[in-house]
């Protein structure tokens, strides 16, 4: 389990506490693991839920649910997954979860705390759903909802299809959480295409590029009708007419990166050149483009943006830069949030973040991940981590887990303040 509510007794870096009406939580969250310790699943999870919620009224009867259990220990290859998720809408706090197999729903909850104790709004038991006079909406809707909602469905997504108003509300907070594969992220650039049509997201999109400063004086994007001739030439005709039939009657986008010319002395003229990004960009700023997407959207919404991978393909700095956005007031005034998976062990004294806005991914024996937070550590003499700890440098030593075990390779060292690191092996 993970919070973004703030531990108690830490005076660290309080800008960091966002306030929704009565609920605290924290701007960000920082997920640190050896490679295949589960970060990247625990970020997957996330993401399946979202989908669950947004496609389940969609499917069709026979549909199987995206049931994936953990096979290593005995028995548990059959348990049911579970998912269960807080969050604060309205000044109010929700608190809602499924329980599922393949084939159908086993059981599904929502409850809402506001001034007073927590209410539930409905509660299911296989084919029971047991909505309560709690829930906000018309009585007629929500049981017509009960009567649609098959075994393979959430009764939360069929009340949303039949607008049900509470669920409305809540599928508007859902909407406002984008998930990102830090190693994938070209597909961002739709959603960067339609935001580029307004004037307010586009600066802002200039403004977050232009802060990298990438040598790139303008950036533009633009769209127009799919046009089959501009398919490649080697590309086979099976493929291509494929491919045309997909994108018949959409828009196909083009982006452009604008760069000073100089003269024959070096010097800056009034001339410039434009190129396509995809064309004579490197990987760093295409990506850096293709984030500035999300970003923007996500501090204009106040949503939450879940990067895996945050630094792939970026200088530190960079990364650095993004994650600070929403760790300023000035540049993150609709409370926005960012959870992200790194093995940036930079950002851990360089970037401003709380001792419980860090959590590290483990396996533990019988590989399956157990994730604690830096603020619940504690060593042998029960003594916490200080806030003032140089947290990069004892990550290294591995005093905190959560780091590769080379075999024959000695533990990291650290030496000194330079931050240098020493790796020794062995022969034979």
């Known amino acids: 389990m993970i919070s973004l509510i703030p531990a108690p007794k830490q005076k660290d870096f309080p800008a960091n506490i966002l306030l929704e009406g009565r609920y605290n939580a924290l701007n960000s969250l920082a997920f640190y693991g050896n490679n295949a310790s589960g970060k990247s699943n625990f970020i997957r999870a996330i993401g399946l839920l979202d989908r669950l919620i947004h496609t389940s009224a969609k499917a069709s009867s026979t549909d199987l649910l995206p049931y994936d259990p953990f096979e290593l220990r005995e028995g548990w290859e059959s348990r049911p997954t579970v998912f269960e998720i807080t969050f604060a809408l309205n000044k109010e706090r929700y608190r809602y979860g499924v329980e599922f197999n393949a084939e159908k729903v086993i059981s599904e909850w929502m409850f809402r705390k506001g001034e007073s104790r927590e209410v539930s709004l409905f509660e299911r038991k296989d084919d029971v759903i047991d909505p309560k006079t709690s829930f906000r909406g018309s009585a007629k809707l929500i049981d017509a909802a009960v009567e649609a909602t098959r075994p393979n469905g959430l009764f939360l997504s069929t009340c949303d299809m039949l607008n049900v ?10 909407r406002k959480l984008v998930i990102v594969d830090g190693l994938e992220t070209e597909q961002e650039e739709s959603s960067i295409a339609s935001l580029w049509k307004s004037d307010g997201p586009r600066e802002d999109i200039k403004n977050y590029f232009s802060k990298l400063h990438l040598n790139i004086l303008d950036l ?31 828009t196909t986008h083009t982006i452009f990166t604008e760069h000073r010319y ?7 003229s009034d001339k410039t050149v434009k190129w396509k990004l995809d064309d004579k960009e490197s990987a760093g700023t295409k990506k850096a483009f293709q984030m500035s997407g999300p970003v923007v959207y996500t501090l204009a919404v106040g949503g939450i943006l879940v990067i895996d991978e945050i630094e792939a393909k970026m200088h530190p700095i960079m990364t650095l830069h993004t994650i600070q956005l929403f760790l300023d007031k000035n540049t993150n005034p609709n409370n926005g949030q960012i959870i992200f998976a790194t093995h940036d062990t930079n950002l851990l004294s360089y970037c401003p973040i709380r001792r419980d806005q860090i959590y590290f991914c483990e396996k533990n024996d ?13 060593y042998k003499d029960d003594k916490k981590e200080r806030p003032d700890a140089d947290k990069e ?24 303040k330079k931050r240098t690191t020493r790796t020794e092996s062995h022969q034979g």
């Open 220 to 250: 533009d994007v633009t769209t127009k009708p799919f046009d089959i001739a501009e398919l490649p030439v080697s590309m086979p005709d099976d493929l291509k007419q494929s491919f045309a039939n997909t994108m018949s009657g959409r």
């Open 393 to 416: 440098k004892r990550y290294f030593e591995g005093r905190y887990g959560a780091i590769p075990m080379l075999g024959n390779f000695k533990p990291v060292k650290v030496y000194g």
């Open 262 to 268: 100089y003269d024959k002395n070096g010097k800056p």
């Open 165 to 174: 108003d509470e669920a409305k509300e809540i599928f508007l907070w859902f």
């Open 366 to 378: 019988w590989e399956s991940t157990e994730i604690y937070s830096l603020s619940d550590f504690t």
